[in-house]
């Protein structure tokens, strides 16, 4: 009978313990409860929203995120009390084979002032080299728009500097060094003209540290460039000027002595012309033409002139592919061959420079027609000459000076009346593309 009393005892304990934890859960569910109705009534009338409800749940926001990006192992960035401030941000790179760690960098956000929000600092460091420390790679401080670059510092794995950059009135400065760290390879500024970055200045160096090459602004915003020998004399070797567009340049080519001009090359937005000099005489222009939208040479005029200075004949020449007929990466990158075009037209000239003759060339190479201009660079009064595939007369028609017809006289091929052309006005002239100058400037700030 004691041990059922027992039991009964042990019963009504359980029973009890388990009514006071109930009534302790009740009373928590009602404080949370009350809490929710206060917190609720003070909002504006209306259902709770979604955030309101978990901000009453989950009343601390997230101090960081992890974020993953393409090319990177991982991103943690850190926010301010307010959970959505970002202060800081630790990247983790992959490594070039994409799995193994690479760079780390360590970015810091603008909290509050100007710029609130972007950028302000970033320090870039190697992968850690056994148990040492990383070696910084690089450090970066930016403009309010968290873009421009106020300075850029980069270091080599040994800790030697190897490139500084620095904004400093309107303009930035770049220099690279050699692996002393101070010895300098290249110095560039550049500043802003129409909202684009420009070549202001520019000095490349040869190991020794004499120039090796040279760009300066001209008060009128062209530019002048120079380029020097590595010899013991540091002669000029080029000099370029370019006009305030950078749509025309005009470099010289210099001898050995620095000072005879040997080649003249002018570049314009659709052509450029090549001058060959000898003992400070034009002796050969070549005019070269590119097709509309392209750097493809299409045609070129090549000017040939005698000992004493004075035009002696003028080839015509057309690239004998249609431009339609040559994709985009050949009209972008295609070189210039000769074999490429045909001998149009010769126009042969007088001592004064006016044309007086003019010779047709067929297709298949062979003389065609041999005007005679009666009247230097007139059309009429002429007399044009037409010949057969094997070189003997075919016609002879005469014009006078409003162009009406006043002769006309045919031959038969068993006559084998022929006409000596000289054939140093047909042979192809050996030519060298020449290195334009032009492109470089469409370089923008590193």
């Known amino acids: 009978m004691s041990g059922e009393r027992r039991q009964s005892s042990l019963l009504q304990l359980e029973m009890e313990v388990m009514n006071r934890k109930n009534g302790l859960f009740l009373a928590l569910l009602a404080v949370l409860a009350l809490a929710l109705v206060l917190s609720l009534g003070s909002c504006q009338q209306g259902k709770p929203t979604t955030e309101q409800i978990s901000d009453l749940i989950f009343p601390q926001a997230l101090s960081s995120r992890l974020e993953l990006h393409a090319g990177e192992l991982s991103r943690q960035v850190y926010y301010a009390s307010d959970g959505t401030t970002k202060v800081s941000a630790t990247i983790h790179y992959k490594g070039e084979d994409g799995k193994s760690p690479g760079k780390t960098a360590y970015v810091s956000y603008r909290t509050k002032g100007a710029g609130f929000g972007t950028i302000s600092h970033v320090k870039i460091f190697y992968p850690q080299i056994d148990s040492g420390p990383a070696p910084i790679a690089r450090e970066i401080e930016l403009d309010v728009d ?21 904004m400093s009135g309107g303009r ?99 052509s450029y012309t090549v001058e060959a000099f000898q003992d400070g005489k034009l002796v050969e222009s070549r005019l070269l033409v590119r097709g509309f939208g392209s750097r493809q040479v299409d045609s070129m005029d090549v000017s040939i002139y005698g000992a004493d200075g004075k035009l002696k004949f003028v080839q015509s020449w057309n690239r004998k592919t ?9 009209q972008k990158v295609e070189p210039l061959d000769l074999f490429a075009f045909k001998l149009d037209m010769v126009r042969i000239s007088n001592s004064a420079g006016e044309t007086v003759s003019e010779i047709s060339i067929a297709d298949d190479g062979n003389v065609e027609t ?22 003997t007369v075919e016609e002879v028609i005469a014009y006078n000076g409003v ?38 400037f469409d370089s923008r700030p590193e």
């Open 146 to 166: 968290g873009k421009t670059f106020l300075t850029d510092n980069q270091y080599r794995t040994d800790g030697s500097l190897s490139h500084t950059g620095r």
């Open 322 to 330: 249609p431009e339609s007929d040559v994709s985009d990466d050949d």
């Open 370 to 391: 041999i005007s005679v201009l009666e009247v230097p660079d007139m059309h009429y009064p002429r007399v044009d000459t037409t010949f057969r595939a094997d070189g």
């Open 172 to 270: 930035y400065s770049s220099s690279d060094f050699q692996a002393d760290g101070r010895s300098l390879v290249r110095y560039r500024e550049f500043a802003r003209d129409a909202g684009a970055w420009i070549v202001a200045e520019e000095r490349i160096y040869f190991p020794d540290g004499r120039v090796s090459e040279s760009t300066q602004t001209t008060p009128d915003n062209g530019l002048e460039l120079n380029a020097y020998s590595d010899t013991p004399e540091h002669q000029l070797v080029w000099h370029a000027a370019v006009n305030q567009y950078r749509t025309n340049a005009v470099t010289d080519y210099y001898a050995a002595d620095g000072k005879t001009v040997f080649e003249r090359v002018t570049e314009e937005y659709s």
């Open 403 to 440: 162009g009406n017809k006043i002769k006309d006289e045919k031959h038969d091929a068993s006559e084998n009346l022929r006409q000596a052309v000289d054939p140093e006005l047909l042979k192809p002239r050996p030519f060298h593309e020449p290195t334009q100058i032009l492109p470089r």
